[in-house]
């Protein structure tokens, strides 16, 4: 079955520093590939989405990820944090072909020291 | 557009009560799912459904009950409420029949259960 590995409960960083939260999936053939924010007692939202037209996709709030199919991996990346990033990051993935279920990483709470 | 709505945004029950959690969707989007999201558990796959009078089972479904008599609404039914269910509940929709479609999530329900 998939699964989605995002490595670091939590991640700290000094604002102004690069942001890199780490996504790995499991299968074997690319699925559609998703990172969503979620800030305290709020919902989800959508940051960016891997569809296969490109393998870097920018995002919002000047967030991007890049696909790897080698390294099965999509991390998320930010140059330069700001406070305002801190929030709840989640991975998640969805088979091609499949109903449309996203599985979801664990998450990973970004922290941002002044 | 209000997108995804959900009611209420808290509820504290007693062991064994039973209650609803509403969630409605104004997008015309044929699926809807509901997950639940424990701490370091990230999201979980209740229920789905992939148009009206359509539901299946997702991950863990135990407990839960949901039905789809129209487009829009995609209530959520705990039978006989257990503390495991103590939870944060969010509800998504999207459009289905592309696996790369964006699900849009509700705010979510906080429940407690004594």
């Known amino acids: 079955a998939q699964s989605v590995t995002q490595l670091g409960s939590h991640v700290s960083v000094s604002e102004g520093a690069l942001v890199l939260l780490r996504c790995n999936y499991s299968s074997s053939v690319p699925p559609y590939l998703f990172w969503y924010v979620q800030y305290p007692n709020q919902g989800l939202q959508l940051l960016l989405k891997?569809?296969?037209?490109?393998?870097l996709v920018k995002g919002i709030n000047g967030f991007e990820a890049e696909f790897k199919k080698s390294e099965t991996s999509f991390h998320l990346t930010k140059p330069s944090a700001h406070m305002s990033d801190a929030a709840e990051y989640f991975c998640a993935v969805r088979e091609r072909g499949s109903q449309g279920n996203l599985i979801f990483g664990k998450g990973t709470k970004l922290s941002v020291k002044p | 557009n209000a997108g995804v709505t959900q009611t209420p945004k808290f509820q504290v029950l007693k062991t064994g009560q039973s209650m609803t959690l509403q969630c409605a969707q104004d997008m015309n989007h044929e699926y809807m799912s509901w997950y639940r999201q424990d701490p370091g558990m990230g999201l979980r796959l209740i229920h789905y459904s992939v148009g009206a009078g359509i539901t299946d089972q997702g991950e863990v479904p135990n407990g839960y009950n949901v039905s789809r008599s129209t487009t829009e609404d995609f209530p959520l039914r705990l039978l006989s409420a257990a503390p495991s269910q103590t939870s944060v509940y969010f509800c998504?929709?999207?459009?289905?029949?592309?696996?790369?479609?964006?699900?849009?999530f509700g705010p979510g329900t906080r429940l407690t259960v004594l």
């Open positions: 998504a929709s999207s459009y289905f029949g592309t696996e790369a479609n964006t699900q849009y």
């Open positions: 891997y569809t296969s037209a490109a393998t």
